[in-house]
């Protein structure tokens, strides 16, 4: 069973022991009674639970019903966008609380937001007087000192305010530096309104190093300045964490391991195991890769071996790669060695431990001496004669017979190890997801790459959604699966963009996602066409069946629906228009939808005007196309069978000797490349074999 690796939501969730701390949070923000804006930092690295701790003080004031305004702000959401700010201020302007919109005009916050999308240069040690913008571009104000007029109007407007408007700001520490000086330009001077509290969690490392990049002079009292209760993330106890890791590694230990001193085998692998886990996040990202591969090579390895080198190779990837490329390192050799022999193995041995970057270098060599017993060769002289037999059927790592075993997983090769899908999932702009989906595609790991993501789907954050969704849907067309693969393209694509889709809520929050996707889209036509089909098919729209199928499958609302098919007619139409939509792969599925969409165009007609021109024929055969993988004997290899659609093409010819005797045409009058005489030698034999014969 794989753990998320989520925040948790309420108080009752707490198993840190900080809901007490969280309590305390909760209420001093109710106490303060202050007009001034206030500004909090919540700081902590990467994995310690802020987001947590700021959940658990909401669900404080919604338990206390405090009649607060909560407003979430995720720049990271933004991440790589332009109007960064603008999207503060247009969240701000959709609080929907009576409240806030009787006192506040929204209009005057729209456009201050609008009036500061041009911003061409500020600088934060001076704040709101220092902006420049170029006005050409902006309709909104004119100048500075309008900007400050508008600014001066909102500021009196939220003194009217009952209530206060707590701004949570989380993930600042993920953001580039010039976004980083965008939310600090925000709370310090654009957005410093009376009755707002700001919550700004990050890393204040991070951050620090942001303002360092931006020569801001002396970072750490400058952030100071901007933050008025700076507020350390406390540290997880030792002892919590330890138990936490003891439990979930014990129920993993517990399902795999039929032992009879079970107990005692896994309190022996804790101890050196637990070293690799500083908190919850290191923890779950482990037992959900060790839950998905060892169901697959448990029969060939031994647990202990297995759970601990997964862990070097997880949080201590370099020594592990040095391990599989020398390994007359560490298997275990009957032989004696000589003292030169022991002198030179024991440098290159530390010279690898030297590498280790998360364990200190004591406790990173008890963890390799506890795999590889032939290390204690370099120190001391023993003897291995006598237990290498049961080590051997033990199916130890430090064995030749099964070392090979535990280096088969794929998790460390350049292009698909652990840390590439692990930064592929966080990545937080669809350019560079195309780019790496591309890159595996060039390689031909397409498929294997989607059997991951599939079956790590919970691994990619449901705010990196949208991005993924965006790439599939530009560039899905492009991407192949091996021909000899049982299951095809559609099918992989079709439940990668369902799995991204079911992340998000309700339909109305999917609709949002798929019409930005199709909106901004441009190499690709049968990936949304694919799935809007699939969603007309639970809705019986195609009329297959006399009733629908189950409509609480559907993903899309059918009114949305509609939406979403009229805007994929519109990039249909232009795809013919500049005449890319012939060279589809795919024509045959999007014809057949384009025809049941639109409502204005006759598609057939379409259709026979194009294969009246001259090769175009031979352009949309190819669409019509499958080309399958057929095993001829066991021992033979597999042979490519291409077949078209007949029965689909002659819904544009009027019966099989016009089809026929279109393409006899063609090719008596034009000249063909290979490519072109391939398809119509095929075309004609299967014509032939299958409806004429002479």
């Known amino acids: 069973m794989f753990k998320e690796d989520c925040p948790i939501s309420l108080l009752e969730d707490d198993k840190l022991n900080r809901r007490e701390f969280a309590e305390s949070l909760a209420q001093a923000i109710l106490n303060h009674k202050k007009e001034n804006c206030l500004t909090i930092s919540l700081m902590g690295k990467w994995g310690s639970g802020k987001t947590s701790i700021i959940n658990m003080v909401e669900d404080y004031w919604n338990q206390s019903d405090s009649g607060n305004i909560i407003v979430h702000f995720d720049p990271w959401y933004f991440s790589n966008r332009d109007d960064l700010i603008f999207q503060f201020f247009d969240i701000l302007s959709n609080i929907p609380e009576k409240d806030f919109t009787d006192k506040i005009n929204i209009n005057n916050l729209k456009k201050l937001g609008k009036s500061l999308v041009n911003v061409t240069s500020f600088s934060l040690n001076v704040g709101l007087a220092s902006i420049n913008f170029d006005p050409e571009l902006n309709d909104e104000v004119s100048d500075g000192e309008a900007l400050l007029s508008l600014k001066e109007s909102i500021t009196n407007e939220f ?33 410093d309104f009376p009755r707002v509290v700001y919550i700004l969690s990050f890393d204040k490392d ?24 700076p507020i350390v993330v406390p540290e997880i106890r030792k002892s919590q964490l330890d138990n936490l890791v003891l439990n979930h590694l014990g129920e993993f230990y517990e399902k795999y391991y039929d032992g009879n001193d079970l107990k005692k085998d896994f309190l022996d692998l804790y101890s050196n195991l637990r070293l690799f886990f500083d908190n919850l996040r290191d923890l779950y990202r482990y037992l959900n890769i060790i839950n998905f591969y060892f169901s697959v090579f448990k029969d060939d390895v031994n647990i202990n071996d297995f759970m601990l080198i997964l862990a070097i190779q997880l949080f201590e990837h370099k020594i592990y790669n040095k391990i599989k490329d020398n390994p007359s390192l560490f298997i275990v050799s009957t032989e004696n060695l000589k003292d030169f022999e022991k002198e030179n193995s024991k440098k290159k041995f530390e010279e690898i431990i ?46 030749v017979e099964h070392f090979d075993n535990y280096f088969t997983l794929n998790l460390d090769s350049d292009d698909l190890s652990v840390k590439s899908i692990d930064d592929l999932f966080n990545l937080t702009d669809t350019v560079e997801i195309s780019s790496r989906f591309l890159e595996y595609n060039n390689n031909n790991q397409t498929k294997e790459l989607f059997d991951i993501i599939i079956n790590r789907m919970r691994d990619i954050p449901k705010e990196n959604a949208q991005y993924f969704i965006n790439s599939l849907i530009d560039i899905g067309d492009q991407l192949q699966i091996p021909i000899n693969t049982f299951l095809d393209k559609r099918i992989y694509l079709g439940r990668v963009l369902d799995d991204l889709l079911k992340k998000y809520d309700n339909n109305s929050e999917r609709f949002e996602t798929l019409e930005k996707a199709i909106g901004n889209s441009e190499n690709s036509l049968y990936v949304a066409v694919e799935f809007l ?66 409502k204005e165009i006759d598609v057939n007609k379409r259709v026979r005007e194009f294969i009246s021109e001259g090769k175009n024929a031979l352009r949309f055969a190819k669409g019509f196309r499958n080309i399958n993988s057929t095993i001829m004997h066991a021992d033979s290899p597999s042979e490519l069978v291409q077949k078209f ?31 072109e005489k391939e398809i119509y030698d095929s075309l004609i034999k299967q014509i032939d074999e299958d409806y004429i014969k002479f």
């Open 354 to 399: 030297d590498l280790h970057s998360k364990l200190p270098g004591e406790d990173m060599y008890n963890v390799l001496l506890k795999l590889f017993p032939r290390v204690r060769m370099y120190y001391r002289n023993i003897d291995l004669n006598d237990v290498y037999i049961e080590w051997k059927y033990d199916f130890r790592i430090c064995t």
């Open 159 to 191: 003194k009217q305010l009952n209530k206060k408007v707590i701004i949570i700001i989380d993930n600042i520490d993920r953001l580039s530096d010039k976004e980083v000086s965008q939310i600090l330009m925000l709370v310090k001077s654009l957005a």
């Open 206 to 229: 991070a951050v620090v190093g942001s303002l360092k990049n931006l020569k801001i002079h002396a970072p750490e009292m400058f952030l100071e300045k901007i933050v008025q209760i």
């Open 645 to 675: 659609n007949l029965e689909s093409m002659l819904k544009y010819f009027e019966d099989i000797n016009d089809l026929r005797s279109k393409y006899v045409e063609v090719c008596k009058i034009e000249s063909l490349n290979d490519d």
């Open 533 to 598: 089909s699939s969603q007309d098919f639970i809705y019986n729209r195609f009329n297959y069946e006399n009733d629908r199928k189950d409509v609480s499958e559907a993903l899309i609302d059918e009114n949305d629906l509609e939406k979403l098919e009229d805007m994929m007619v519109l990039k249909i139409r232009n795809w013919d228009k500049t005449n890319r939509l012939w060279d589809n792969p795919d024509l045959e599925g999007i014809l057949y939808s384009w025809e049941f969409w639109d």
